[in-house]
């Protein structure tokens, strides 16, 4: 994009996300309103993901996520089926940049909540005020990190004020996780709404409303007739969410036929198994998905708060772990290469991809080298072995996770130079403890919150970013504001590629492995859509 797009007059945005400029205005052929939906029986939507919270402010988390996609209006969105991700307006009528530094929307008439209460500019003010006020550790706050303030001009107009100018991911993060808009009335201002309390206010925009609620066991999902966002009227008007504890029994119940579609996480053994299955289909989506393992600078062997603080004998720790990790036999071996090799930060796929931690660690090919890890460490006075705790998750990233993380286990112990302590922690307790320093390691994944590269880098490399890992580069931090404010494809590429070299030398987190999308329904399930917007959509389902 050329400067002049950006210029003080007012303007609409433009992105140019796979070179196609594309103006976001309402799109005249999207149904607006929303009727019960056309299904007569319902649906039932099985998982082994967890719920973390209702409320937006609260989570950042692929379960959570799903629910909010269901129930919440965002003020832009992605369409179903798209293959650019690129946002259009939801409840916006109209989104545009009216000044290098201010980006105005403006929503659409007649806006409710299911409770019956106009959706106003007041409440997308409060919504995004609350996100940033609270800041939640287990919350999408850091997606807002150029967010200054915002104003309500009107009943309609919102005006979001940023920090740095040009920003080419704004539209994307409105419709991210620290998107949804909830009813000022509803949510408080500074704390989070109890699961309990959102339900019973019905503040809900979306195209579902949620009629009935148990955590992590069962969510009934309603039709909301007042809804007049992107998706239309959903197919089905009754949705139920199933949640499982093992996923070897969510397999057995799409297999009977007992639901409609699972969605994470099965293993891949069974994924192989039920390809072979001719009661279902198994539907393959876009990659995005990455897993790693996070450092916490501070409690980690040598970090800032640990016995015998040492910044330098810490990074040789970090930089020897990643010389010993066999990405390669991890694919093969647990995932029967239904997941690949991740070798930076960026997946393949998108401006940016690289290949940092297979040039600069281990052999330089993508394989252990425990003589350069040797050296690492005895260069910086490290004693050997280091034992280092691992911790990792065996419900919220698949079973398989107990077999990858005992393989890294093994990687990293065959040597002599580590002592690995592995212990595993369900989701709803290990995602409070992994803010709150206990795990001087851990695992990760990540289901994209958009279609930008950005979504790989400023999340978790910010500086008031959602690991609370307590990384803190500041040349990292000010490429990382310098390429969302760069309108050149090539410029801001090449940043991307060089905030990950800087990363990778420093190893915050270290990729693992990156994978697709993928769902598995009955042979008479219609509209399962997995698209280049990450997010899984019940609007289109229907038997």
Request: hydrophobic fraction near 35%; glycine fraction near 8%; charge should be negative.
């Amino acid at each position: 994009m050329s400067d002049a797009l950006f210029s003080p007059r007012r303007r609409s945005v433009l992105l140019a996300l796979a070179g196609v400029p594309v103006l976001l205005t309402a799109c005249a052929q999207t149904t607006e309103g929303g009727g019960s939906g056309d299904g007569g029986d319902g649906l039932t939507f099985g998982t082994t993901d967890k719920v973390t919270s209702l409320d937006p402010a609260g989570a950042y988390d692929n379960g959570s996520s799903v629910v909010h996609t269901q129930c919440y209006g965002y003020l832009m969105n992605t369409e179903i089926g798209t293959k650019d991700g690129i946002p259009k307006p939801d409840l916006a009528e109209s989104a545009e940049f009216t000044s290098d530094t201010d980006f105005t929307v403006v929503l659409k008439d007649g806006l409710t909540f299911a409770n019956g209460n106009a959706l106003t500019s007041k409440d997308v003010k409060h919504t995004f005020d609350r996100q940033l006020g609270i800041n939640d550790p287990n919350g999408p706050a850091s997606l807002l990190a150029n967010l200054d303030s915002v104003d309500a001009t009107d009943d309609k107009t919102v005006v979001f004020h940023l920090k740095e100018p040009k920003d080419q991911t704004f539209a994307y993060i409105l419709g991210s996780p620290a998107g949804p808009i909830v009813e000022a009335a509803s949510f408080p201002a500074d704390k989070l709404a109890t699961d309990d309390e959102i339900v019973k206010a019905k503040a809900f925009s979306g195209p579902y409303q949620i009629s009935s609620f148990k955590l992590n066991e069962l969510i009934a999902f309603t039709a909301f007739d007042g809804y007049k966002g992107l998706f239309g009227k959903p197919k089905t008007a009754g949705v139920s969410a199933k949640y499982y504890a093992d996923a070897n029994n969510m397999k057995l119940d799409i297999q009977q036929g007992n639901v409609d579609v699972v969605f994470r996480s099965l293993s891949a053994t069974d994924v192989e198994s039920l390809k072979k299955d001719d009661k279902v289909t198994v539907h393959d989506g876009p990659g995005g998905e990455i897993r790693y393992i996070v450092f916490n600078f501070d409690t980690m062997p040598y970090g800032a708060k640990a016995d015998g603080a040492d910044p330098a004998k810490a990074l040789a720790v970090r930089q020897a772990f990643a010389d010993l990790v066999d990405r390669e036999a991890i694919a093969s071996a647990v995932y029967k290469d239904t997941y690949t090799p991740l070798y930076s930060y960026i997946p393949d796929g998108l401006p940016g991809a690289g290949t940092q931690f297979k040039t600069e660690y281990g052999d330089g090919q993508g394989k252990p080298d425990a003589a350069k890890a040797r050296q690492r460490l005895e260069g910086a006075g490290v004693t050997i072995p280091v034992t280092l705790a691992l911790q990792y998750n065996p419900d919220h990233y698949g079973e398989s996770s107990g077999d990858e993380y005992a393989a890294v286990k093994s990687q990293v112990e065959k040597d002599g130079l580590f002592t690995i302590n592995l212990q595993s922690t369900e989701w709803v307790q290990y995602s409070k403890d992994r803010t709150a320093d206990v795990y001087p390691a851990y695992q990760l994944g990540w289901f994209p919150d958009y279609a930008d590269a950005d979504n790989y880098l400023a999340p978790f490399f910010s500086k008031d970013n959602f690991l609370a890992n307590h990384y803190d580069n500041p040349q990292v931090q000010e490429l990382i504001a310098q390429q969302r404010g760069t309108d050149d494809k090539a410029a801001r590429e090449q940043l991307f590629v060089q905030i990950q070299d800087l990363v990778a030398a420093d190893i915050s987190t270290l990729p693992l492995l990156q994978g697709s999308q993928i769902a598995v329904s009955t042979k008479d399930l219609q509209g399962v859509t997995l698209d280049s917007s990450f997010k899984f959509r019940f609007v289109p389902l229907a038997k």
